[in-house]
């Protein structure tokens, strides 16, 4: 729920800047979604940069294989899923289907995820995370965007 928390704390963020720099009548739907996205980019680079330097340090010190204790890789991992769509596009279903999916190829752990586990120290412990947060983030993709034609042919 952190990943989920923190992506809509950035979303929102550069949504409410972007606005407050601007008239809302001349700034561009594309300038707003690329403003938010390289914020979210951002965070998601750092989270998963201080994710391993952390996780690394967390594995030294208590002498365990991906200690339990660790949870920044499933912030990251979320935060990715959810890349899907600008916070505008965002429904509620569609914020419960990228956190849903994330857990899903978080614990079935599709190719090559289980494989990254088991490269060394903090960068395992975040590459399966990551690799489960970009497949939750294509599935929600095209959930996003099959739900969009349909609702749209509707019309």
């Known amino acids: 729920m952190v990943g989920v928390l923190l992506y809509l704390m950035i979303s929102t963020f ?20 690329m403003f938010e996205m390289t914020l979210l980019l951002v965070a ?3 989270v998963t940069l201080i994710g391993i330097w952390a996780a690394s340090r967390a594995e030294k010190l208590s002498q365990k ?10 912030v990251a991992g979320q ?22 999916l994330f857990r899903l190829f978080d ?6 995820i289980r494989r990254l586990e088991a490269l060394e120290s ?7 995370d990551v690799v489960a947060g ?20 509707g019309r």
Not at 122 to 128: K, S, T, Y
Request: net charge negative.
């Open 65 to 74: 294989k991906d200690p339990s204790i660790v949870v920044i890789d499933e």
């Open 14 to 33: 550069g949504h409410q800047l972007m606005f407050a720099r601007a008239d809302r009548s001349t700034i561009e739907g594309a300038q707003l979604w």
């Open 44 to 46: 998601v680079f750092l």
């Open 134 to 153: 970009a497949y939750a983030l294509i599935a929600n993709s095209i959930l996003i965007s099959v739900s969009l034609l349909f609702f749209s042919a």
């Open 107 to 112: 614990i079935w752990k599709p190719y090559p």
């Open 122 to 128: 903090g960068l395992g412990i975040m590459a399966d």
């Open 79 to 100: 935060m990715i899923a959810l890349l899907s769509g600008p916070l505008w596009l965002h429904t509620w279903w569609s914020l419960l289907s990228g956190f849903l």
